[in-house]
């Protein structure tokens, strides 16, 4: 019987690694493609909310055919890599293009020059992510093994994310004034640009270490589906549904604030340094993100003997108070950024938590599905992954986009050297302030809500329930191994 190879220090640092790179990818994009051309090129926001929202709903066909082009690849390097390598080369090109667009253009030029670019984008980050979470189920055994790995790739992702997070509007400021600008609004175009730039190499070198130090079981003798059967059993996988809906409606949850978050601070908290209170409540927010998935969760998960469903329930009741929380102070009209530590807090390290339990809680559905349908759909399961959590910021960026629209959030797009000095909050109404706190909290506590109900009457995953199937699928794949002989 074939069997997986031992994972080394060397691969898990590797896969780590990638990990990193694709998700600072990934929040740059996430947290900054609205602000970027809404904000800085002056974009209509609905026009930017439907450019998203449409580019998600696209992922709805690109997506599920990747998942499957992955499944029937065979080639001397494997089905993953050749594919990690391309997605990552190509979308590291986009990403860069993305954040170059041509000040010049009108207003039309703006509109398609944003759809195209974030088209692209999606369909290229679709070539590499599949193939990298995929991995896992391929090259890992069950349980304790796959657990470990998962936890260690989502901590590393959240590294990536936090890295991102913590440094690109102070990063933009530093490299648009070195590289020439000479306003407000040249500052940041310029500065994008060659941040962009830079996290796109940092991208292919650690891509390019987790070609070559990860390596992967032989699949020659996987099966494959076509697109129609993998919807069909994804549909038949009731386990996996209940995952990705659950994902749908925290990542929606998440991203509706990240998106926002940048506003909050430049509009509603205010000051002329704005951006130097926004970067310190990213520093500590990633910190904890971090924290939250490399000790919190080992503490709660081996320390405490806690169950994932537990550790689930408790992440996102953490969320729910860590909103209504933010909600109060924004309200109160505190200006101290520290206070806003102790929403941080919860909000944070329950995103961190939940990065780690949702990829566990999918990876589980694999060997589910294993047994109830009588297939391993690696590839069909991670692709619906990708999906949904873009399809999550798509709807996430779209409703932002109406928030900022209604509340006319969007500074000039004509930016003098004076107004550098401009405190953009002094001119927001206080409705418009009002709305954005709304927005950015009350959408989120709703949908944490519905994601709470819905998981409690449809899984049925426990640790328990894992460990049963993983025996079961570990006799079920010898007793095929010993048939074949």
Do not use: H
Request: glycine share 8%.
């Amino acid at each position: 019987m074939e069997t997986k190879p031992k994972l080394t220090f060397m691969s898990k640092l590797a896969y780590g690694l990638g990990a990193v790179g694709k998700d600072m990818v990934y929040m740059l994009s996430a947290s900054y493609v609205l602000y970027y051309f809404q904000d800085v090129l002056g974009v209509n926001a609905i026009a930017m909310g439907v450019i998203l929202l449409v580019a998600r709903i696209f992922d709805a066909f690109n997506d599920p055919i990747m998942g499957v082009i992955v499944a029937k690849t065979k080639t001397r390097w494997g089905k993953f890599r050749p594919w990690l390598l391309i997605g990552t080369l190509t979308n590291a090109v986009i990403l860069f293009l993305m954040f170059s667009c041509p000040p010049s253009l009108d207003a039309k030029g703006l509109i398609a020059y944003a759809a195209v670019t974030y088209i692209l984008w999606g369909v290229t980050y679709t070539m590499m992510d599949i193939p990298y979470w995929s991995m896992i189920p391929a090259f890992t055994e069950g349980g304790k093994e796959r657990e470990g790995l998962t936890t260690l790739a989502r901590s590393c992702a959240g590294v990536g994310s936090a890295i991102i997070t913590i440094v690109t509007v102070k990063a933009v400021q530093m490299l648009g004034n070195a590289f020439g600008g000479s306003n407000a609004k040249e500052i940041e175009l310029v500065g994008f640009k060659w941040f962009s730039l830079a996290v796109a190499i940092l991208f292919i070198v650690f891509t390019v270490l987790t070609c070559i130090f990860v390596k992967e079981k032989s699949t020659a003798n996987m099966k494959t589906v076509s697109v129609g059967q993998m919807f069909k059993a994804l549909i038949k996988n009731d386990q996996a549904l209940t995952i990705v809906v659950a994902i749908v409606l925290i990542n929606l949850s998440i991203y509706i604030t990240s998106n926002l978050v940048i506003y909050f601070f430049k509009y509603d908290f205010g000051g002329t340094e704005w951006f130097n209170s926004y970067t310190l409540f990213n520093i500590f927010g990633g910190a904890v993100q971090i924290l939250s998935m490399m000790i919190l969760y080992p503490l709660l998960r081996n320390g405490l003997k806690l169950s994932n469903v537990k550790i689930f329930y408790i992440c996102l009741g953490m969320s729910i108070v860590g909103y209504a929380v933010l909600l109060a102070l924004a309200i109160a009209g505190m200006g101290n950024v520290f206070v806003l530590f102790i929403p941080g807090f919860f909000i944070f390290a329950a995103s961190g938590l939940l990065n780690i339990l949702t990829t566990v809680f999918l990876a589980n559905t694999v060997d589910y599905g294993q047994l109830k349908n009588g297939t391993r759909d690696e590839s069909v399961i991670f692709s619906m992954q990708t999906f949904v959590v873009k399809l999550a910021s798509g709807i996430a960026a779209f409703v932002a986009s109406i928030c900022l629209s209604i509340n006319k959030l969007q500074s000039g797009t004509e930016v003098s050297e004076a107004d550098k000095a401009v405190d953009w909050s002094l001119n927001v109404a206080n409705a418009s302030k009002m709305g954005l706190r709304f927005t950015m909290t009350i959408i989120p506590i709703i949908g944490l809500i519905i994601a709470i109900i819905w998981f409690k009457k449809r899984f049925i995953l426990t640790d328990e329930k894992v460990a049963e199937i993983a025996e079961q699928v570990k006799a079920l794949n010898a007793a095929e191994a010993g048939a074949d002989e």
